[in-house]
């Protein structure tokens, strides 16, 4: 994707968090710029946010709280308690926030990430990545002039069965925490608002949802981490009375996915206009969980 040349002065953005995914993407991508500017990281392992910060010529924080003093907006790439625990703090002062999902462990504090965002009136994005590929976009487009009636859906891969990513909380919890906000985000915003959800099977091997949706239309879902496929299967088919409308990722190239989260966020914060999955989106995902649960 083409983008008209960023005239602002780029946004400056403390990451919190130096594991596999900061370092993989967080870091990379706010210091690639031109929107972005990555001026600071803090972990709770400081050799770690030197290693992540360094690279960059980001300052290497002592505590959160320097972290805070050192710039405008702060990313998380951490547990989901961990951001929970951290993000009110800096959307009480004032910080604009990058977040992953889920917003929390549980939802009462995903509500209280949710909470304090309105409360301060801050900007916030939600770390939904397919939700910024033009892929994804065109099919949720094509998605609101179709009559949809039924849907079929997946999200599978073998992250849990060892590697970087196998790591403590979505070992526990499962797919249902880790792949579901994106697929049910997918579900709801292509076949209409999930009115009720049910789950058979076990999150930390095989899960089943059966969505029904405010307009009549039923979906399912089969969400698994734990599966030996050679790369990650996301596919979303809609049927009805036209032809179906299929959705899937695995021809498209999810680098094209952080160009546009990057300027979509600094162009939020700069207008104080979010446009993009917020923590609202966030907490209405995880009441969706929670039903489940």
Excluded at 12 to 41: K, N, Q
Excluded at 89 to 117: F, I, N, Q, S, T
Aim: charged residues 20%; aromatic residues 6%.
């Amino acid at each position: 994707m083409t983008f008209s040349p960023w005239t602002r002065r780029p946004v400056e953005v403390g990451l919190v968090g130096a594991g596999p995914w900061a370092r993989a993407m967080h870091a990379r991508i706010l210091a690639a710029g031109p929107e972005t500017r990555l001026t600071a990281v803090w972990a709770r392992r400081a050799e770690a946010a030197h290693e992540t910060a360094v690279p960059y010529g980001a300052h290497v924080a002592a505590s959160f709280e320097e972290l805070l003093d050192r710039c405008e907006a702060v990313a998380f790439a951490v547990p989901p308690a961990v951001q929970a625990e951290l993000a009110p703090l800096a959307a009480r002062r004032g910080k604009a926030l990058l977040l992953e999902k889920p917003l929390g462990p549980g939802l009462d504090a995903a509500r209280r990430v949710a909470d304090a965002v309105a409360e301060a009136g801050v900007v916030s994005q939600l770390v939904l990545t397919k939700r910024y590929h033009p892929v994804t976009r065109a099919f949720l487009a094509a998605a609101r002039d179709a009559e949809v009636s039924g849907a079929r859906s997946c999200y599978l891969h073998g992250a849990f069965l060892g590697g970087e990513f196998a790591t403590g909380w979505r070992l526990e919890q499962g797919a249902l925490l880790d792949l579901g906000p994106h697929l049910l985000d997918l579900l709801d915003a292509a076949v209409g608002p999930v009115k009720t959800i049910r789950g058979t099977g076990d999150s930390r091997t095989w899960l089943e949802l059966t969505c029904e949706h405010e307009n009549g239309a039923v979906s399912q879902a089969s969400l698994s981490g734990a599966v030996n496929v050679p790369r990650a299967i996301t596919r979303v088919e809609l049927f009805g009375a036209g032809e179906p409308l299929v959705y899937d990722t695995a021809e498209i190239d999810h680098e094209e996915c952080w160009p546009v989260l990057r300027r979509e966020f600094a162009t939020a914060v700069r207008t104080g206009v979010t446009t993009a999955p917020d923590a609202a989106r966030g907490l209405y995902l995880q009441e969706l969980i929670s039903r489940v649960v």
